[in-house]
């Protein structure tokens, strides 16, 4: 059963005409949690992956190995809480450059240079795999096996499609001081509301720092454009989440400073299992 926390916000604080068009930008997620007795195993953190016979260990060429994040496995999840375009089978893998290697070399959605340093690798259904055991620069992460619950997402409110909803176009979103006194209560309530970012597939992101699509779409158009620029909105509403995993501490995996790590993909490069397209951005 989804929890429809975002609809009973927007009945409880929005006129109906702004509630029904924020309502539309809703979309499912899966919250992925730490499985327990008998719940069905969707996703894991850290352990080892199982890879594709004869596919080596990622690696960032010149830098080294990746250390494994997660792996989700695409038809355990439950398809009413995805879009359309993500994979009904197959595993998805999660690797990244820590900093075990090299702790002054850091992967960032900014700088091209770095973007081998993250990699999702898809494994179809039914590959013949062997488990892997990570390089010995490498130290695994904790397993932790993730069980999912279906939930609405909503997106910032600095998003594009956000502002255009409540404020009826794409200007900055206001200061506080600034915000229509109608959307005040709707605004504090939000971000009471906003307070859990933890594990997630799909849906909108629940960021740190503000909206990661906007960390996506300036690497993605060179840093060319400012903020609130229209080719920048444009690119930033071309970007989904595929994946978000917080700092773990029953994995014993920590981002920076209690962060997080968000991938994010077009759709059509969803739909077509072009993964080496996602990107990731860092925030925390």
């Not at 850290?46 to 990746?66: D, F, I, S």
Request: aromatic letters at 8%; glycine letters at 8%.
């Amino acid at each position: 059963m989804t929890d429809q926390q975002y609809s009973r916000l927007a009945a409880e604080h929005l006129p109906g005409d702004l509630a029904q068009r924020w309502t539309a930008l809703l979309r499912p997620c899966l919250r992925l949690r730490r499985a327990v007795d008998g719940e069905l195993i969707v996703a894991a953190l850290g352990g080892n992956p199982e890879l594709p016979a004869g596919v080596g260990w990622p690696q960032w060429p010149g830098r080294g190995p990746l250390s494994f994040v997660a792996s989700v496995r695409c038809a355990a999840l439950p398809r009413e809480g995805l879009a359309e375009q993500f994979p009904q089978e197959g595993t998805l893998l999660f690797f990244l450059f820590d900093g075990q290697v090299d702790e002054d070399v850091i992967v960032s959605a900014d700088d091209p240079e770095t973007w081998a340093g993250a990699q999702v690798v898809y494994v179809p259904e039914n590959t013949p795999v062997l488990p892997a055991e990570a390089p010995p620069e490498l130290d695994a992460f904790a397993r932790v096996e993730l069980t999912a619950d279906m939930e609405q997402s909503a997106p910032d409110l600095w998003l594009p499609q956000a502002r255009q909803a409540l404020l009826g176009d794409t200007r900055h979103w206001p200061h506080p001081r600034e915000t229509p006194a109608e959307l005040k209560p709707f605004v504090r309530a939000f971000g009471r509301l906003r307070t859990r970012i933890g594990h997630q597939i799909g849906g909108h992101a629940v960021p740190v720092q503000g909206p990661v699509e906007y960390d996506i779409a300036n690497a993605a158009l060179g840093g060319l454009h400012a903020w609130g620029e229209q080719p920048l909105d444009q690119e930033a509403e071309r970007w989904v989440v595929l994946a978000q995993f917080a700092s773990d501490s029953d994995a014993k995996m920590a981002w920076g400073d209690g962060g997080t790590l968000y991938w994010l993909i077009r759709p059509e490069d969803l739909a077509a299992l072009r993964f080496d397209q996602a990107r990731l951005t860092v925030q925390g």
